[in-house]
């Protein structure tokens, strides 16, 4: 597809659970980014990647969280002993470069039960 | 600190009708860069138009139109001849120079136009 992708588009674990969600960006782009977004609030800025490093993790809520981008194209957010406060919409963006549009996928829903 | 407010946290209007959404931002930098996006039903969020500090004209793509203001640290959206096509949460938001990669945003303002 063109777009972004993201997956599952639904996840439900139960509080404690390891998570796994995964972005496949637009081809050629080398800058991607992961947002959250709480019920009825606009997105948070969690990591940006340019290439396959890390340029600004300054948005990560602590450390259970953590995310890859191994060969610069698909990443991966991960969340260990995932809580409550979780559950959000995950979302993940691309673009061509770190001051242009960014294009976002559909988000992957986490409801931490 | 950088912030963004969106006072109107939900609008409704007649079909046709005008509708402007407000924004209000702040931040101490001279150089930055103000978004709109919206978000329909699905959740992906479409990117709408970028500006930049320096530029200041307001711009019109066809029923959207963007007005500018430092003077009051505004960058407000009309949709004229609103569709209900339009109903979205439309969200505003600011990145600075340093660090334009991170965008701020807003906490929405959901639009619904009835028929």
């Known amino acids: 597809g063109a777009g972004v992708s993201q997956t599952p588009s639904n996840k439900v674990t139960e509080k404690g659970k390891y998570v796994e969600l995964r972005c496949d960006p637009i081809?050629?782009?080398?800058?991607l980014y992961w947002y959250r977004q709480s019920l009825g609030q606009g997105p948070e800025f969690l990591i940006y990647?340019?290439?396959?490093?890390?340029?600004?993790d300054s948005g990560l809520p602590n450390d259970r969280f953590f995310a890859v981008r191994p060969e610069g194209s698909v990443s991966t957010l991960k969340i260990q002993r995932t809580e409550r406060g979780d559950s959000a919409v995950y979302l993940c963006?691309?673009?061509?470069?770190?001051?242009?549009?960014?294009?976002f996928g559909e988000g992957s829903r986490l409801t931490v039960l | 600190a950088q912030k963004v407010t969106q006072a109107q946290t939900e609008i409704s209007v007649v079909e046709k009708e005008d509708v402007t959404l407000d924004c209000v931002y702040e931040?101490?930098?001279?150089?930055?860069?103000l978004f709109w996006y919206k978000q329909p039903p699905s959740g992906e969020l479409v990117f709408l138009i970028r500006?930049?500090?320096?530029?200041?004209q307001n711009e019109i793509s066809g029923r959207y139109s963007w007005n500018f203001q430092k003077s009051t640290s505004s960058f407000n959206f009309t949709i004229t001849a609103s569709q209900v096509v339009d109903s979205a949460v439309y969200f505003c938001?600011?990145?600075?120079?340093?660090?334009?990669?991170?965008?701020?945003f807003g906490s929405g303002t959901r639009l619904l136009v009835r028929p």
């Open positions: 963006a691309s673009s061509y470069d770190r001051a242009g549009e960014l294009f």
């Open positions: 500006r930049n500090s320096f530029d200041e």
């Open positions: 081809s050629g782009h080398t800058a």
């Open positions: 938001a600011l990145s600075e120079w340093r660090s334009s990669y991170k965008l701020i």
């Open positions: 990647f340019q290439g396959t490093g890390a340029a600004d």
């Open positions: 931040t101490r930098d001279t150089t930055y860069y």
